[in-house]
C-alpha cells in the first residue's frame, strides 16, 4: 500500500492552527536555529516556550509561530519530528475514536479510508513508536 490513496497533504495549513504546540527536542532546536540563521538564545526566546518539562512552539493569534502567512510552514524543510508524522500519529493505533477525530480534522484522509488502512500506513511509516 502507497500513502497517496489513503492521505495525502493538501496544505492547508489546519494542523498548524489550535492552542497546543508540539515538542521539539534539543537536535531540532539546533537545527532550526542554524536554518534560520539564528542563536539557540535567539531561538529560545523569540519562537519557542517551556511548558510542562518540554519545549515546544510557540502559539500565537491561534497558530503555530511558524505558520507563515502564505499558508506554508516557514521552516518546513527542518519542521520537527511531530510536525512531519502529523496526522499519521500512533494514537490511531490504540483506537478508532482517534482516528475518527484526526479524520474528521484533517481534510488530506481519503473519505475512503479505513481505519485499518490508515493503521497499515502508520506502521509502515514507523510511526507506531510514539
Do not use: N
Amino acid at each position: 500500500m502507497t500513502m497517496e490513496p489513503v492521505f495525502r497533504c493538501i496544505q492547508c495549513g489546519h494542523c498548524c492552527h489550535g492552542d497546543v504546540t508540539v515538542s521539539v527536542s534539543v537536535h531540532e532546536q539546533e537545527v532550526m536555529a542554524e536554518y534560520l540563521g539564528i542563536s539557540l538564545d535567539e531561538l529560545h526566546r523569540d519562537y519557542l516556550v517551556q511548558r510542562d518539562g518540554y519545549t515546544g512552539m510557540k502559539i500565537v493569534q491561534g497558530h503555530c509561530i511558524f505558520y507563515g502567512d502564505d499558508g506554508l510552514c516557514r521552516i518546513h524543510p527542518v519542521k520537527p519530528f511531530h510536525c512531519r508524522r502529523w496526522p499519521l500519529h500512533p494514537s490511531i493505533l490504540q483506537d478508532e475514536q482517534a482516528w475518527e477525530a484526526i479524520r474528521g480534522d484533517c481534510p488530506g484522509f481519503s473519505r475512503e479510508a479505513l481505519w485499518e488502512d490508515v493503521c497499515r500506513l502508520v506502521k509502515e511509516a514507523g510511526y507506531g513508536d510514539g
